[in-house]
């Protein structure tokens, strides 16, 4: 990621999964990259959370590299929360144009729209408090 100028990482992996690397995943992301934040995704406000890091990539004009443990759905939550932040977009209208992006690249993507409207309601893809 360094060689391709990225210094921004929001991991979206959970604390058990955080746990399955053999050294401390986020010491060891914080030491190496500008911006480093770890949200997991189903509880607290997640939302606020993924919003402030991508903002502060957008408003520094630099990339950002969103991951989760398996690339797809956690992923798509956290790029919708970062789209619709600075757009109007539907929630909908927003699924399908990540979607679509994915396809093009080759790779995958889903934003599910029942966690979707979680994040946007509760904070969380859970949606409790």
């Given at each position: 990621?360094?060689?391709?100028?990225?210094?921004?990482?929001l991991?979206?992996?959970g604390?058990d999964?955080?746990?399955?690397?053999s050294f401390?995943?986020?010491?060891?992301?914080?030491s190496?990259f500008?911006?480093?934040?770890?949200?997991?995704?189903?509880?607290g406000d997640?939302?606020?959370?993924?919003?402030?890091?991508?903002?502060?990539?957008?408003?520094?004009?630099?990339?950002?590299?969103v991951?989760c443990?398996?690339?797809?759905?956690?992923?798509g939550?956290?790029?919708?929360?970062?789209?619709?932040?600075s757009?109007?977009?539907s929630?909908?209208?927003?699924?399908?144009?990540?979607?679509?992006?994915?396809?093009e690249?080759?790779t995958?993507?889903?934003?599910?729209?029942?966690?979707?409207?979680?994040l946007?309601?509760?904070?969380?893809a859970?949606?409790?408090?």
């Amino acid at each position: 990621m360094h060689a391709q100028g990225i210094q921004r990482v929001l991991s979206l992996l959970g604390d058990d999964e955080a746990q399955w690397y053999s050294f401390d995943i986020d010491k060891r992301m914080a030491s190496e990259f500008k911006a480093y934040t770890r949200v997991p995704m189903f509880r607290g406000d997640a939302r606020s959370s993924v919003e402030k890091a991508i903002g502060d990539a957008r408003a520094a004009s630099e990339p950002i590299v969103v991951h989760c443990s398996g690339g797809g759905g956690r992923c798509g939550l956290g790029l919708a929360i970062g789209a619709m932040a600075s757009s109007e977009l539907s929630v909908e209208d927003v699924k399908k144009e990540i979607e679509a992006y994915a396809k093009e690249i080759g790779t995958k993507r889903k934003v599910d729209l029942k966690k979707l409207q979680n994040l946007l309601t509760s904070g969380n893809a859970a949606g409790s408090k």
